[in-house]
C-alpha cells in the first residue's frame, strides 16, 4: 500500500489530477485488462482491492427513473 501510495502522489504531483470521469479505456494513470459489457442479470464478483471502473463513455445518457434506466449494486462480502 505504502509503494502504491508514492506511485500515486509522484503520478498526482507530475500531471495534476485526471478529469473527473468514469475512465473508458486506458488512461495515463489506468490501463484496462479486462472489460464486461451490462447485461441484464449480470453479476461482477471481484476482490475489493482490485481497482476497478464502470466503462460507461463520457456521452452516455443516464435516466435516472427506477422503471427505466440502471439499477446497480455495490455489495461487499467478507468470507473468512
Do not use: K, Q
Amino acid at each position: 500500500l505504502e509503494r502504491y501510495s508514492r506511485a500515486i502522489d509522484a503520478e498526482l504531483a507530475a500531471h495534476g489530477p485526471p478529469p473527473a470521469e468514469y475512465i473508458n479505456g486506458d488512461t495515463p494513470e489506468f490501463e484496462r485488462i479486462a472489460c464486461f459489457e451490462a447485461a441484464p442479470n449480470r453479476m461482477l464478483v471481484y476482490r475489493s482491492v482490485s481497482l476497478h471502473s464502470a466503462d460507461i463513455p463520457s456521452d452516455f445518457g443516464f435516466d435516472a427513473s427506477p422503471r427505466t434506466g440502471r439499477l446497480t449494486a455495490n455489495t461487499f462480502f467478507f468470507f473468512r
